[in-house]
């Protein structure tokens, strides 16, 4: 998402969304930048072993949260997620996150899954850039930014 | 060191489930899939590709 994509990338991404993504890009046309995904590295956290059939597709052996922190220790591209709901809980919970494109649009859905579900570390956030589109979608990017300070507004 | 970096799709309410379309996870009852389709405008789509990630879970009740 954002200008990220034009840059290069690996793709780390759950089972699921993996699925979608590789029924999808192999069989997409190139104008929609199906050549970027197709050639992008990427890194499937799966608890079963699948086959993974899409090119350029690794499967996360062992501990997810492991497989990808020793993933950003090598040299590389940035490691993009997309959808993932399931595994960015794990991210979450090991504060494996370095930078959120979160894009807010403007309804709610009462109940589903939630991006910081339950297990979530509490942690502060930083807006680093935002944008708004005509239809009133907020598009922000955050990085973390420690922990929570809070305060109170009573009088001394 | 690499950076992470996760791209979501939220409601107003936190929800990122299903965002591209009806087929994409019903897990729950979730009944309101691609609820993120009707807001896209140039300014999402142009230059920023994020269009590039909805569009595969839009088609995702084809699988």
Redesign the interface.
């Known amino acids: ?6 840059t290069p990338f ?1 793709l ?1 991404l759950g089972r ?1 969304t993996y ?3 590789a ?3 192999p069989h ?1 046309p190139e104008e ?2 199906a050549k970027t ?1 197709n050639d992008a590295r990427k890194h499937v956290a799966s608890r079963s072993h699948p086959t993974l059939e899409w090119k350029n597709s690794i499967l996360i052996v062992g501990d997810a949260a492991n497989g ?1 922190a020793a ?13 993932s ?1 399931n595994l ?1 809980q794990t ?1 979450l919970r090991h504060n ?21 579900a339950d297990g979530t570390i509490p942690a502060g956030l930083q807006l680093v850039d935002s ?1 708004v ?5 907020v ?1 922000g990017t955050y990085e973390p930014a420690g922990e929570i300070v809070t305060g109170s507004f009573a009088l001394e | 060191m690499k950076k992470l970096i996760v791209n979501s799709f939220l409601t107003l309410d936190g929800v990122m489930q299903a965002p591209g379309g009806p087929g994409e996870d019903e897990s729950g009852g979730f009944s309101y899939g691609g609820w993120s389709v009707n807001y896209w405008d140039e300014r999402m789509g142009d230059g920023r590709n994020a269009e590039h990630t909805v569009r595969p879970c839009a088609r995702s009740e084809d699988l």
């Open positions: 998402m954002g200008e990220t994509l034009s690996d780390v699921k699925d979608i993504f029924a999808h890009w997409a929609e930048g995904f990808i993933l950003k220790e090598e040299d590389g591209p940035e490691l993009q997620v997309h959808g709901g960015i991210l494996l996150v370095d930078l959120y494109h979160l894009w807010v649009f403007p309804l709610v859905v009462g109940s589903g899954k939630r991006l910081f944008q589109s005509t239809t009133g979608v598009m």
